[in-house]
């Protein structure tokens, strides 16, 4: 496979608008990593930039609180993907959301240079949501 989206790739922002309001569900300068191979496969991981450490070296054994603040701070999925027209889409595998595992996620992708958008909107009872999460191919 031959596309321009083969590769690794740094976060820059993910915004979330609905309503005219734009949030950032990892804060203003979060950090992530996806990559897509040749062969069809793809990782991707979000997290808040000022993330706290557990206090216990061992995480099954750090207070629940500090385990639901470090659930709520990382996202991150793998699994297969394939190209749909202007739309990537993830056939998740295994996630730290278990509810993702055996989804399809389809984003639209546009590019800038070394800039890869992608997009995709969310029905709720509130509007529409509109996520942009926009990454910057990574260098050595």
């Known amino acids: 496979m031959s596309h321009p989206i083969l590769g690794g790739w740094k976060l820059e922002s993910w915004t979330i608008s609905l309503n005219k309001t734009v949030t950032h569900p990892f804060g203003e300068k979060p950090v992530g990593r996806?990559?897509?191979t040749a062969d069809?496969?793809?990782?991707?991981?979000?997290?808040?930039?000022d993330r706290p450490t557990l206090s216990h070296p061992v995480p099954a054994k750090a207070p629940g609180d500090e385990k639901l603040a470090a659930f709520d701070s990382y996202?991150?999925?793998?699994?297969?993907?394939?190209?749909d027209g202007e739309e990537v889409v993830h056939r998740v595998e295994l996630s730290l959301n278990p509810n993702f595992v055996g989804?399809?996620?389809?984003?639209?992708?546009?590019?800038?240079?070394?800039?890869?958008?992608?997009?995709?909107?969310?029905?709720?009872?509130?509007?529409?949501?509109?996520?942009?999460?926009?990454?910057?191919?990574?260098?050595?």
């Open 34 to 36: 996806i990559l897509y």
């Open 40 to 49: 069809g496969q793809m990782s991707a991981t979000i997290a808040r930039a």
């Open 75 to 83: 996202f991150s999925y793998g699994g297969s993907f394939r190209i």
């Open 103 to 140: 989804s399809e996620q389809r984003r639209r992708m546009s590019f800038d240079g070394d800039t890869l958008t992608l997009s995709a909107d969310e029905e709720t009872p509130k509007g529409k949501k509109h996520h942009s999460i926009r990454w910057r191919r990574a260098q050595n």
